[in-house]
RNA sequence: GUGAGCGUAGCUCAGUUGGAUAGAGCAUUAGACUGUGGCUCUAAGGGUCGCGGGUUCGAAUCCCGUCGCUCACCCCA
């Protein structure tokens, strides 16, 4: 400070725009969904993978595509020491598909499946369940093209809702074709929608040039009955796609998913082929997807490999458990849902003579796998029962003077108030009893 | 990137047409019960009303700017 300035200068930090804190609180939807996720996905056969946070951002310009808002506007792209490109990842499909390649894996086993969770950037602007940095969790099947393996990634997002408890997501499919059958379909589209230019809203018509599809998912009213006086992408599949799309739906069916067919759902990253799906929540609000996925054929010779097919999906971990929060809140108290870990065993000290005892004690019964706290705030023993009442502790060891004297401790039982006096010897013993 | 709304205690919010020391509930801390939690009662701490400027005798309140947050759009998990 050189004193020729008088205001005062505050340095208050804050978590930068569109990232967040998890708070203790929050931790239990957190771990509920990874827990539940990596179960499930270990259940289907699918292993861990971690990729860098940052890759060389060609890939991801070959991958999701140079024309994506993605790619042209969202992504932190930063240049290193070395003259290179870097990116923070803005998602996990091409730098799996990149470890794939790099290590060569098709060749020991062509067909492998993944799954990875982790935090995510792209550089938009904050909303509702979205963020600059977010979390997903997701799948890769990589090295096959059969129907049956886009309906069990389905089919492992839909347990993962039903086992964290997500009440009331819906399941949206779609085909969006493959290099033969979508241009056709990209060009009688543009072809007949450019017949109708002048009634389209103003961001459609620029939509005629960049991305077509997108009309057909506009929310403007006009568009919207445009667009549904439209043939249907259903009409144009080529051979392979048609009955690629017939058996995804035949095996949805016969394993009891139910979905919605929307002929309008359409895709961001220009990988996707075939096979492309949705789960929304409704209790989100205007983004609403909480799960997106689908089959891309073509990734993987797009980034330098052999043709191998591989499909997969990612979960929005953040939009989760808002859709989460708010089903739990309409059927029970947050608090009794979310709660924090609490600890078996509270130790309350009275004076200071006794601290050391009770520290030893404290450490006894953390080697042995008791979970176990006391204060060191130096507070009065009402204060720490306080304490020990509000963290939730079963039972409260306390060691006064007197105890300290007779070599014993006593032991209250939080639910039913009750004490018995134990002899410092036997704590041990007792509470492995009582576990 | 575009648009709209909102910034008052740790949290959720009151605060009349601008008017005196800015309030409540919850939370926190302490006491009633000086070695014992939950319930109750009492008290205390905590705010340059986001920040800066302007209008005014007087601004949390009105105006301008700025920063931040939120929601929506583009786009997307």
Known sequence: MNGNNDKKTE?????????????????????????????????CGYYEIRT?????????????????DIVEKEMYTFSDSEDSSITLRPENTAPVMRAYLEYELYKTKKFQKFYYIGPQFRKERPQAGRLR?????????????????DVETISVATRIFDRIGLKGYKVKINSIGC???????????????????????ELCQSRLNRNVFRILDCKNEKCKTISHSMPSINDYL???CQSHAQAVREALLEIGIPYIADAHLVRGLDYYTKTVYEITHSSLGARDAICAGGRYDNLISDIG?????????????????????????????????????????????????????CFYLLNLLRKADISADFDYEGR???????????????????????????????????????EIPLKQSEILKWFQEQR
């Open 179 to 201: 290099e033969k059958c979508r241009p056709v379909f990209r060009n009688i589209l543009k072809e007949k929608l450019c017949n109708r230019e002048e009634e389209l809203c």
């Open 380 to 418: 009065s023993p009402k204060a720490q029962m306080r304490t020990a009442n509000k963290v939730g502790a079963k039972y409260v060891v306390v060691l006064g003077p007197d105890e300290l004297a007779r070599g014993d401790v006593k032991v209250r039982m939080m639910e039913t108030g009750e």
């Open 52 to 68: 860098p946070i940052f890759e060389d951002t060609r890939l991801f310009v070959r991958s999701i595509g140079e024309a994506t």
């Open 238 to 240: 080529c051979g392979e």
């Open 305 to 357: 490999g052999p043709p191998i097919g591989s499909v997969g999906f990612a979960v929005g971990m953040e939009a989760t458990i808002l859709a989460l929060e708010n089903v739990i809140a309409k059927s029970k108290p947050l608090h009794e849902e979310a709660s924090l870990p609490s600890p078996l065993v509270y130790i309350v000290s009275i004076g200071e003579e006794t601290k050391k005892k």
């Open 11 to 43: 340095y208050v930090f804050r978590a930068p725009r569109g990232t967040e804190d998890i708070l203790p609180e929050k931790w239990t939807f957190w771990r509920r969904l990874e827990a539940v996720g990596r179960q499930e996905f270990e259940l």
């Open 133 to 149: 940095q977010f979390h997903q969790m997701g799948i890769e099947a990589v090295g096959a093209t059969d129907p049956l393996l």
